[in-house]
């Protein structure tokens, strides 16, 4: 279990996004706040008799600008200090039970006020680790002003009241600074966190050491190693790429691959597919890689042809099938650490992306659908 704080306008929620993509279940402490306002609770009741009632609308609702007035006001600290008397057990008690209820699997627990409630080290029980994210003052100050549609004197006043980057980090097994960072970076490190995490756990789902089979140039068996030797050290290994084409529009399912991919993270890829093991044939990789990937019934996937392909950071035997469906992509049920997303394209129009640039398309999936295009066309790959 994570626990994951970080002031107002660091990044956390993009944070618990990323993480919700690679298979975490998200506990949003912020969501449980919401409720606790909401017309009809006693939680709002007493925050009502508390602060009076010009702090609702029209309809009965929490003005939150009101609130915020108040429970803000610099010369008067006590007014937040108040509030939170009032709300944070009744987050805390939701939290509680979303833990309590949670059975398998990772568990994020997203809570700004983790540190300030009480919820940090004093519950060892709830977390494993307290990832920390931070940015600087003037940078939380920009990002709330244009994101809340706040003046400078208003989002000023919502940083400040709350604990320092200091004061949080002190907690921090893992600090995140995203002041200069790109969602494409954040994303990128927020992967390589999280496959460091199930490593220092030993959390079953992680494939650095699945023993993958090693072949010679003619494609010969000749021993196996873990897969992650097999990418640091380039060996010639096996490996599927399965053209999942649409029955009727003849376009392809194009993926987005996950950023946690050891191998060209957040490319497109034509195909579907992976590495061969040692336990397993082609067919069998395929078969497995189809449903694992995309939940699809592998029944009626055909071969088409076998290929070599090689670039400075893959040597590979691979095998290409072909497998047809009507299913829509929001029908696809996409394994989180392998599919970002799926789009659907037509050949020309990747043959089209990967000629645009570099680093868009994997090159071995690019190759793929050269030698594709050619078995289509009546080429010489049978």
């Known amino acids: 279990m994570i626990g994951l ?20 279940t998200i506990v949003d402490a912020d969501k449980f706040g919401h409720q606790a306002y909401e017309p009809g609770t006693a939680c709002l009741n007493e925050v009502v008799a508390t602060f009076g009632e010009h702090i609702l609308d029209a309809s009965g609702s929490i003005d ?56 940090a080290k004093t519950q060892p029980s709830w977390y494993d680790e307290l990832w920390v994210s931070w940015v600087d003052e003037q940078t939380a100050q920009s990002r709330l002003m244009s994101r809340n549609n706040l003046t400078a004197e ?38 390589t ?7 220092r756990y030993g959390i079953s789902g992680l494939t650095a050491n699945e023993r993958v089979l090693l072949v010679d140039e003619l494609n010969e068996p000749i021993g196996n190693a873990p897969r992650d030797q097999v990418r640091a050290e380039n060996l010639r290994h096996r490996a599927t790429y399965i053209f999942v084409r649409h029955k009727k529009t003849k376009q392809l399912y194009v993926q987005e691959r996950s950023m946690l991919k050891d191998y060209c993270p957040g490319y497109f890829d034509p195909v579907t597919g992976g590495v061969v093991t040692v336990s397993e044939s082609y067919e069998e990789n395929a078969r497995r890689e189809l449903e ?43 394994q989180p650490e392998e599919v970002q997303s799926i789009s659907l394209m037509t050949v020309d129009e990747i043959m089209a992306l990967g000629e645009k640039s570099d680093g868009v398309i994997t090159p071995d999936g690019l190759s793929a ?14």
């Open 64 to 119: 939150r600008r009101a609130l915020g007035n108040i429970v803000f006001d610099p010369e008067q600290p006590q007014n937040l200090k108040t509030l939170n008397k009032i709300v944070w057990p009744y987050i805390k008690s939701k939290i509680c039970e979303a833990v309590e209820n949670h059975t398998d699997g990772i568990l994020v627990v997203e809570a700004a006020v983790m540190i300030e409630a009480g919820w």
């Open 292 to 334: 694992e990937e995309l939940g699809l019934d592998p029944t009626g996937i055909r071969h088409l042809f076998t290929f070599y392909h090689e670039d400075p950071r893959a040597k590979v035997w691979g095998d290409a099938w072909l497998y047809e469906t009507d299913v829509s992509v929001k029908e696809l049920k996409l």
């Open 193 to 199: 966190e999280w496959k460091g995490m199930l490593q």
């Open 154 to 191: 208003d989002a000023l006043k919502r940083i400040q009241a709350q604990i320092s980057n200091e004061e949080r980090l002190q907690y921090a097994d893992l600090s995140i600074e995203t002041k200069f960072v790109s969602l494409i970076d954040l994303e990128r490190r927020i992967a």
């Open 5 to 24: 704080t970080g002031g107002i306008a660091s990044g956390k929620s993009t944070i618990a996004r990323t993480l919700q993509s690679y298979g975490a």
């Open 369 to 382: 659908i050269k030698y594709y295009q050619s078995h289509m066309n009546g080429g010489f790959f049978k």
